[in-house]
């Protein structure tokens, strides 16, 4: 989800004020503040600017304060509950913010051991990383963003298709939850099938030898919910989860079920790779067998047909000199409206 502005973090004095108004109840700013060992002012200043955050905030002299859309705060105990005996697999931080998942998670892998199943979860990211070099940002608690540091003891060469396999692995999660008409389409973005746009995207960034060992971090970000304040900023079309499901998913089971479905495909994929997940890939692509222009960094377009992909990941697609394959990279893949003959 590309947006137009960006946000410095919401400071510990915020979160601490917010965390007590989770309940979607009044509280008055003397209790806020008594609470907080603090003065009602600096309650009042904590809470200036949630609305940038798309948060939703009612101030009723005589009443105090309510949330309107209180954020679903991450809970690493509920998380280790839904997740069960396969908790033991995973290693799980949550914190206020942060400017990147993927970012932080790399820095330390390359200044020390970092145990493959650790998992990094915020509330809010400051400067989330997608494709392209594109900006993932998000409210406060209307999105899920997470990644996962994942070894293997194979080399680079074999993780080929491994943010296509992710892929997979959230539609299965997604429609476990109860979440219909979500869709894939390629390389890693995760789009509403009814056409409202990105509900998600995947970031998958490995460091390693091409013979191996190898490590991975998988970042991921899903949006729960679109609060005007922020679709109005986001200057391509957005969809949620919220706009899919009858009940919008607890956000801790919703990461729990990803993690317990990415654990699971992970330790297959380190044996089979991508080709164990190519018809299930290709069964939930938006752009199947529809007419698609690529365009390539170097400036040059391609019009064809999506015909699938290779077994490592690679599209096909059938122009008019033959089958071309397109690896991932700096390629924007879009439907064609026009239909002409290539």
Sequence with gaps: MKQTFSLAAPGNLTFAVLR?????????????????????????????????????????????????????????RLIAKYLGKQAEAFQLEILDSAPSCNTSLLQRARQGMVPGGTVLAVEWQSDGRGRMGRTWHSGLGNALTFSLLWRFDCGLAALSGLSLAVGVVLVRALRELGVAGVQLK??????????????????????????????????????????????????????????????????????AVLLRELGGMLRSFAVTGFAALRGEWESSHMLQHQPVRLSLPEGKQVNGIARGVTEDGALQVETSLGMQIFNAGEISLRRRTDHAAD
């Design 186 to 255: 390629w390389p890693n973005d995760v789009v509403s099938g009814d056409g409202q746009g990105k509900l998600g995207g995947i970031l998958v960034e490995a460091q390693g030898d091409m013979l191996g060992p190898s490590t991975v971090v998988i970042g991921i970000g899903i949006n729960l919910s679109l609060p005007p304040a922020l679709a109005e900023n986001i200057d391509q079309p957005a969809a949620s989860l919220a706009m899919l499901a009858d009940e919008l998913p607890d956000r801790n089971l919703l990461l």
């Design 20 to 76: 007590l108004l989770a309940d979607g109840e009044f509280h008055s700013g003397e209790m806020l503040a008594r609470r907080l060992e603090m003065s009602r002012a600096s309650v009042h200043n904590a809470l200036q600017n949630v609305a940038d955050y798309g948060l939703v905030l009612h101030s009723v002299r005589g009443r105090g304060y309510r949330l309107a859309n209180p954020p679903q705060w991450l809970d690493a």
